[in-house]
């Protein structure tokens, strides 16, 4: 049986939560399926280190239209046409609005495969409030999306009352941690640097250092916590002057 061939819109493909949960679910299907990965911001592909090297991925960057820039449908229709020899399209967050809206289209016209959108959050640009102009965007786009992918009953909620999508066509997979993967003693050296004291009380983070994640908030709290507390943060780029 040939391998399912999938378009990958991203956003950005450095590491985060939604781009880890892509790598895993991308070495979990192996050599079942053959991806191809695209990044609305350029050369945004540290994520990638994470494939498992018998997954067929690649990475076309120039070969392949660009998810940024000014929406017209010439850009769309340059769009579509790459879709067409794949056999199902994942798209994720708003950096690839613009390959959802190609999609629905021209997606009848040109008999492009089926595609479903995921939505893990905003960025600090729309921690406020969110902007009319996106909400009316994706409220065209993911008309005929076949389905649309989010974490939690903030984002169905926004979903359906703000983009109008019908609550059949959206699936809530709520992040999780599996706890008793953790629930060993802990790799000597894991954490570069870090040397518990006796008696000390140690708050630990996994967190990307930036501006939506509101590190400083919980730098604050720890510090008025009292100097028995200690804080550990567990990330890195882009942001890590502000932070530290």
């Known amino acids: 049986m040939a391998a399912v061939r999938i378009l990958h819109l991203h956003s950005s493909f450095n590491p985060g939560g939604q781009e880890t949960r892509t790598v895993r679910l991308m070495n979990h299907f192996g050599t079942q399926a053959e991806h191809t990965v695209l990044s609305a911001v350029p050369d945004a592909f540290g994520a990638a280190d994470l494939i498992d090297k018998r997954v067929k991925v690649s990475f076309p960057r120039d070969a392949a239209p660009s998810l940024s820039g000014i929406p017209g449908m010439g850009r769309y229709r340059q769009l579509a046409i790459y879709m067409k020899k794949f056999h199902l399209i994942l798209s ?10 190609a999609r629905t289209l021209l997606g009848q016209a040109m008999g492009l495969p ?11 640009d729309e921690i406020e409030r969110l902007k009319w102009q996106r909400n009316w ?32 066509k959206i699936s809530r997979f709520p992040n999780g941690i599996d ?28 967190a990307g250092l930036r501006t939506v994640k509101n590190l400083p908030r919980l730098v604050r709290a720890v510090a008025a916590a009292g100097p028995t507390i200690r804080l550990a943060v567990f990330g890195g780029r882009p942001e890590r002057g502000p932070f530290f």
Request: hydrophobic share 40%.
């Open 92 to 101: 994720y967050n708003w950096g690839a609005m613009d390959g959802v809206m």
């Open 137 to 168: 965007f994706r409220t065209i786009a993911l008309q005929r999306a076949q389905g649309l992918v989010v974490p939690s009953k903030t984002l169905e909620a926004i979903a359906r009352t703000v983009w109008h999508q019908p609550l059949e």
């Open 179 to 206: 706890t008793d993967h953790f629930n060993r003693r802990p790799q000597r050296g894991a954490f570069p640097g870090f040397r518990q004291r006796d008696g000390e009380i140690v708050v630990g983070t996994i």
């Open 114 to 124: 089926p595609l479903i959108h995921h939505e893990d959050g905003f960025n600090h």
